[in-house]
């Protein structure tokens, strides 16, 4: 299994719908870390670490969101590793 980290990029209605808070959640249960932060053009950032099998599930989770997102693309792409102790909400 090969430990990887990526950055995304998700565009859409993806602040004030709780968009962080879920996909923490959701990374913590598949034990990924890194972050999700929201950027000031309205997109949310996120980064994640961990089994690339596994970030595919949060990839996949990132392009529905929550219930109230609206998401219309996500562009990610593999940045270098770093090792983040846990998966915050900046």
């Not at 596994?54 to 529905?64: A, C, F, R, T």
Request: glycine share 8%.
């Amino acid at each position: 299994m090969s430990q990887i980290c990526k950055k995304a990029w998700v565009t859409g209605r993806v602040q004030g719908v709780w968009f962080r808070g879920s996909t923490q959640l959701k990374a913590v249960q598949l034990g990924i870390t890194g972050y999700a932060y929201n950027l000031p053009d309205g997109r949310v950032e996120v980064v994640m670490c961990g089994d690339s099998h596994v970030l595919q599930k949060l990839e996949e989770w990132l392009s529905k969101g929550p219930p109230m997102a609206d998401v219309q693309h996500v562009e990610v792409k593999e940045i270098p590793w770093d090792n983040y102790q846990e998966f915050d909400v900046r």
